[in-house]
């Protein structure tokens, strides 16, 4: 299914060519052709792991769609294009827009990227289902009441579900604390959530190192050091890429993760690189969305971890269930209006309408969107432990939380909703 | 590390008057080649601590690319700059590309052969020992080009290319060939430094576009050209960082910037503006 960029050049080239043949023809054909869905997919830098795994569930999610066929009898063909800087991904959303007509786009992770998508959605009359670039600041800016951008789960949620499970466990175990977290919005918003979450949890801590490295940064020898002459009880990091077994591996060099308890939000997102030879056992470790070992895993996931790991010889990521939900959300929302439109392919607006509210079956369990265009999703994270059969760590016991519990509700900003917490 | 790298920038430019930003994919490669080769050695029964000589190999038997690459830029030799940095930028893209498409999207890292040297405690903090056998393999290429450079026939021409390549050329140097070897020499250096420094982190495609900006900085404060310059330059940068990192890490690359900007205004050329190479 996957289409290479030479087909896609050549495809592009001949859609150009009969664009208006194609303006006149359209309404006629429109309850046979294909669904088209665009596809925004980091392929460079230190996004493109996760971008990869994002096509992935994408295309999973397609090819069964289709073999169960399609939606509402049409096939869904996926034009896929990169996600780099915002100003280039945005010119990409446009061309989806205008040049492949395409019925929705699904995509995009980076912050950035998200903060430029939401406004030219808008203004393009294109749905667009993102994987993940949501943050707090900027948002009610550029999206104030979006119509056509459908959010992925707060930033947030990984920290917040990883300091509640601190204060649970690891209170009265540490006084000083460290954070170590890439240097842009994720970063620090994780932080100082982390921070306002033990203030009101009554754990009194004194910070003692903040580090910022840049994102994408290869080598920690530096910040480890500096570290090991703060002493602190507990780091904190969130980070998700390259950076977390660099950085872990380094930390281990140096004797740091032997005398320090460790919180990593979001290292569960390359949780194969986390090896056992530096990776310590009782770190609370995040995986987002998607936890692929999981006992009490649906029988869908248990068949897509399996589909994954034999053809990619690896175990799949919660990027994977971001994209996977927005396809059958979006099949979802288009058979709910359908309905109520007597089966007829439904006009844009009514799938938007059916798509506020729309629940479907993830990977990982049922997800929604909410009514004010934000993903509702269950949470996997843990203690770290050593005891499996692979060469990296895994968790025991899972702990689940859903986005009721861990993401602040509609209309609410992130730090009155903490504060409001009854603890 | 960043020496080695920073290193074969300084021979390139200093002989061939070419700025090379691929230099950064050579170190990547370099990280990538090195944990496929060790990885192969290792399941090949080769005794662990002898890894160390598999890095090094495979970063020189890597060299190999270097022909073929000099061989394409030959293209803009007499051309401006831009032209040089848009082609050697182009190349980084590519390998960038070559890179993800052999070992994949993520990042890729050696087993624990970090520690198979053990770890040593200097004063107060633990450093593992491999550190320093990276250490010392630093100072020991820079003897090593030292020697070659001011010792050996070879080091002589290529002394003589740089000063003037016109006269040499007319003096019968062969221009294509000493091109063709800098330039692989300086692949190596890159290759080689890739390869020595994966054993403390894990190879990602970015890191090619990550050591090439730091690399940059070392020239410009050493100076470009000069390789007494590289080495310097590198050690300033290096401390300056993890002084940084230690008191005040808001500052990290500031405190790079500000000693860039403070060489280009008080010495342009840099502080070994001028020496040989």
């Given at each position: 299914?996957?289409?290479?960029?030479?087909?896609?050049?050549?495809?592009?080239?001949?859609?150009?060519?009969?664009?208006?043949?194609?303006?006149?023809?359209?309404?006629?054909?429109?309850?046979?052709?294909?669904?088209?869905?665009?596809?925004?997919?980091?392929?460079?830098?230190?996004?493109?792991?996760?971008?990869?795994?994002?096509?992935?569930?994408?295309?999973?999610?397609?090819?069964?769609?289709?073999?169960?066929?399609?939606?509402?009898?049409?096939?869904?063909?996926?034009?896929?294009?990169?996600?780099?800087?915002?100003?280039?991904?945005?010119?990409?959303?446009?061309?989806?827009?205008?040049?492949?007509?395409?019925?929705?786009?699904?995509?995009?992770?980076?912050?950035?990227?998200?903060?430029?998508?939401?406004?030219?959605?808008?203004?393009?009359?294109?749905?667009?289902?993102?994987?993940?670039?949501?943050t707090q600041k900027?948002?009610?800016?550029?999206?104030?009441?979006?119509?056509?951008?459908?959010?992925?789960?707060?930033n947030e949620?990984?920290a917040v579900?990883?300091s509640?499970?601190?204060?649970?466990?690891?209170?009265?175990?540490?006084?000083?604390?460290?954070g170590?977290n890439?240097?842009y919005s994720y970063g620090r918003d994780n932080w100082a959530a982390f921070l306002a979450i033990m203030k009101k949890?009554?754990?009194?801590?004194?910070v003692?190192?903040e580090?910022w490295?840049?994102?994408?940064?290869?080598?920690?020898?530096?910040?480890?050091?500096?570290?090991?002459?703060?002493?602190?009880?507990?780091?904190f990091?969130c980070?998700?890429?390259?950076?977390?077994?660099?950085?872990?591996?380094?930390?281990?060099?140096?004797?740091?993760?032997?005398?320090?308890?460790?919180?990593?939000t979001?290292?569960?997102?390359?949780?194969?690189?986390?090896?056992?030879?530096?990776?310590?056992?009782?770190?609370?470790?995040?995986?987002?969305?998607?936890?692929?070992?999981?006992?009490?895993?649906?029988?869908?996931?248990?068949?897509?971890?399996?589909?994954?790991?034999?053809?990619?010889?690896?175990?799949?990521?919660?990027?994977?269930?971001?994209?996977?939900?927005?396809?059958?959300?979006?099949?979802?929302?288009?058979?709910?209006?359908?309905?109520?439109?007597?089966?007829?392919?439904?006009?844009?607006?009514?799938?938007?309408?059916?798509?506020?509210?729309?629940?479907?079956?993830?990977?990982?369990?049922?997800?929604?969107?909410?009514?004010?265009?934000?993903?509702?999703?269950?949470?996997?994270?843990?203690?770290?432990?050593?005891?499996?059969?692979?060469?990296?760590?895994?968790?025991?016991?899972?702990?689940?939380?859903?986005?009721?519990?861990?993401?602040?509700?509609?209309?609410?900003g992130l730090y009155?909703?903490i504060?409001?917490?009854?603890? | 590390?960043?020496?080695?790298?920073?290193?074969?920038?300084?021979?390139?430019?200093?002989?061939?008057?070419?700025?090379?930003?691929?230099?950064?994919?050579?170190?990547?490669?370099?990280?990538?080649?090195?944990?496929?080769?060790?990885?192969?050695?290792?399941?090949?029964?080769?005794?662990?601590?002898?890894?160390?000589?598999?890095?090094?190999?495979?970063?020189?038997?890597?060299?190999?690319?270097?022909?073929?690459?000099?061989?394409?830029?030959?293209?803009?030799?007499?051309?401006?700059?831009?032209?040089?940095?848009?082609?050697?930028?182009?190349?980084?893209?590519?390998?960038?590309?070559?890179?993800?498409?052999?070992?994949?999207?993520?990042?890729?890292?050696?087993?624990?052969?970090?520690?198979?040297?053990?770890?040593?405690?200097?004063?107060?903090?633990?450093?593992?020992?491999?550190?320093?056998?990276?250490?010392?393999?630093?100072?020991?290429?820079?003897?090593?080009?030292?020697?070659?450079?001011?010792?050996?026939?070879?080091?002589?021409?290529?002394?003589?290319?740089?000063?003037?390549?016109?006269?040499?050329?007319?003096?019968?140097?062969?221009?294509?060939?000493?091109?063709?070897?800098?330039?692989?020499?300086?692949?190596?250096?890159?290759?080689?430094?890739?390869?020595?420094?994966?054993?403390?982190?894990?190879?990602?495609?970015?890191?090619?576009?990550?050591?090439?900006?730091?690399?940059?900085?070392?020239?410009?404060?050493?100076?470009?050209?000069?390789?007494?310059?590289?080495?310097?330059?590198?050690?300033?940068?290096?401390?300056?960082?993890?002084?940084?990192?230690?008191?005040?890490?808001?500052?990290?690359?500031?405190?790079?910037?500000?000693?860039?900007?403070?060489?280009?205004?008080?010495?342009?050329?840099?502080?070994?503006?001028?020496?040989?190479?």
């Amino acid at each position: 299914m996957r289409t290479t960029r030479r087909q896609f050049l050549a495809l592009s080239g001949g859609a150009l060519g009969t664009a208006a043949l194609r303006l006149d023809t359209a309404p006629a054909l429109a309850q046979n052709a294909p669904v088209k869905i665009g596809v925004l997919a980091a392929k460079a830098g230190v996004l493109a792991p996760v971008g990869e795994s994002g096509l992935r569930g994408v295309q999973w999610a397609t090819e069964r769609v289709n073999a169960a066929g399609g939606i509402l009898g049409r096939r869904i063909e996926l034009v896929v294009e990169e996600e780099s800087s915002p100003k280039d991904t945005v010119e990409r959303f446009r061309k989806l827009s205008l040049q492949d007509r395409v019925d929705a786009v699904s995509g995009a992770i980076s912050t950035g990227v998200g903060l430029a998508l939401g406004p030219v959605a808008e203004e393009m009359k294109t749905i667009w289902l993102s994987w993940d670039a949501t943050t707090q600041k900027g948002v009610e800016e550029t999206m104030p009441k979006p119509k056509y951008s459908f959010r992925s789960t707060d930033n947030e949620c990984e920290a917040v579900m990883a300091s509640m499970l601190t204060a649970r466990h690891l209170k009265g175990k540490f006084r000083t604390v460290a954070g170590i977290n890439p240097d842009y919005s994720y970063g620090r918003d994780n932080w100082a959530a982390f921070l306002a979450i033990m203030k009101k949890y009554g754990i009194e801590l004194s910070v003692v190192s903040e580090l910022w490295p840049k994102l994408g940064a290869t080598d920690f020898t530096a910040h480890v050091a500096a570290l090991g002459q703060a002493k602190p009880d507990l780091i904190f990091s969130c980070f998700w890429a390259g950076d977390t077994p660099i950085f872990l591996k380094q930390a281990h060099a140096a004797g740091l993760t032997a005398r320090t308890k460790l919180v990593l939000t979001t290292g569960g997102g390359v949780h194969e690189s986390l090896k056992k030879d530096f990776t310590p056992e009782g770190a609370i470790l995040g995986y987002n969305c998607l936890y692929f070992d999981w006992a009490r895993a649906s029988a869908l996931q248990k068949e897509f971890v399996r589909w994954h790991h034999e053809k990619f010889k690896e175990w799949p990521n919660y990027e994977s269930d971001h994209g996977y939900f927005t396809i059958v959300a979006y099949k979802a929302a288009v058979e709910r209006a359908a309905r109520a439109a007597g089966g007829k392919w439904p006009a844009p607006d009514a799938i938007i309408q059916a798509l506020e509210g729309v629940e479907a079956e993830s990977l990982s369990g049922p997800r929604r969107f909410r009514e004010d265009h934000i993903m509702e999703a269950t949470f996997f994270q843990g203690m770290t432990t050593h005891r499996n059969a692979h060469d990296f760590v895994t968790i025991d016991p899972v702990e689940t939380m859903t986005t009721k519990q861990i993401q602040k509700p509609s209309g609410v900003g992130l730090y009155d909703w903490i504060n409001s917490w009854k603890v | 590390m960043l020496f080695l790298v920073a290193a074969g920038l300084q021979l390139v430019f200093g002989v061939q008057r070419i700025l090379n930003l691929a230099c950064g994919s050579f170190y990547a490669l370099g990280a990538y080649a090195g944990v496929s080769a060790v990885a192969w050695a290792l399941g090949h029964g080769l005794p662990a601590p002898l890894f160390v000589l598999v890095l090094v190999a495979s970063g020189l038997a890597l060299a190999v690319i270097g022909p073929p690459v000099e061989r394409l830029l030959r293209a803009v030799y007499d051309r401006d700059e831009s032209f040089q940095l848009l082609l050697t930028f182009a190349l980084v893209l590519m390998f960038e590309d070559v890179m993800r498409f052999v070992w994949g999207p993520a990042p890729v890292q050696l087993g624990n052969a970090y520690l198979v040297y053990g770890r040593l405690a200097v004063a107060g903090s633990t450093v593992p020992v491999y550190n320093l056998v990276v250490i010392a393999a630093g100072g020991l290429v820079a003897l090593g080009m030292g020697g070659l450079l001011t010792r050996t026939r070879f080091g002589r021409i290529v002394r003589a290319t740089a000063e003037n390549r016109e006269m040499s050329a007319a003096l019968g140097v062969d221009l294509g060939r000493v091109y063709a070897r800098v330039f692989t020499l300086g692949v190596a250096l890159g290759t080689v430094g890739g390869a020595l420094v994966i054993p403390a982190t894990a190879a990602v495609s970015e890191m090619a576009i990550e050591v090439v900006v730091e690399a940059f900085a070392v020239v410009v404060i050493g100076g470009l050209g000069s390789m007494r310059g590289a080495f310097v330059g590198s050690l300033i940068v290096g401390v300056l960082k993890a002084g940084a990192i230690a008191t005040w890490p808001e500052v990290e690359m500031l405190a790079i910037y500000v000693v860039v900007i403070g060489v280009l205004v008080l010495r342009p050329a840099g502080l070994f503006a001028g020496a040989a190479p």
